[in-house]
């Protein structure tokens, strides 16, 4: 089995209701887990840093995501948000974190502006070019 095949297997796992996934054959075998959406989040000490934004024709720019993954709004749970509604966010400001194969990846701002929306919560599962915030120029 190589890696694309192992990256379609997570990909099938994380854009669908499983828990967990397994496969095997005679000369290899893999299982998958999805990691539990109430476990605190551990921000690794190099985190890959990653900015989207993409134009769009209504009040703001979208801010979409570059990957699947799982969305967290906050560092850990005990933590506010990095953004809300309404604050002012500069270029390269951290607004989330998405969770893929159990590496955190900051999703930034390549725009200053202010955030109108937030529109995933703790927890959810987001695919690639998902739309997470509408950031007002």
């Known amino acids: 089995m190589n890696t694309k ?14 828990e967990e996934l397994g496969y095997k054959t005679k000369d290899f075998e893999i299982h998958l887990k999805k990691a539990s959406a ?6 690794l000490s190099t985190p890959a ?13 979208s801010i979409k995501s570059p990957l699947v ?7 850990d749970p005990s933590a506010d948000p990095y953004v ?10 951290v607004l989330c974190v998405i969770e893929a194969m159990k590496v955190m990846n900051e999703i930034k ?14 927890g959810d599962i987001v695919d690639f070019d998902q739309q997470l915030f509408v950031i007002a120029s």
């Open 69 to 75: 993954g799982v969305f967290y709004s906050k560092p």
């Open 5 to 18: 095949d192992i990256k379609q297997l997570i990909t099938i796992l994380e854009t669908s209701n499983l």
């Open 84 to 93: 809300e509604v309404g604050k002012r966010v500069e270029k390269g400001d």
């Open 109 to 122: 701002a390549n725009q200053s502006g202010v955030i109108q929306e937030v529109l995933l919560q703790d």
């Open 49 to 61: 840093e990653i900015q989207a934004a993409v134009p769009t024709e209504s009040k703001g720019n």
């Open 38 to 43: 109430n476990r605190a989040v551990e921000l």
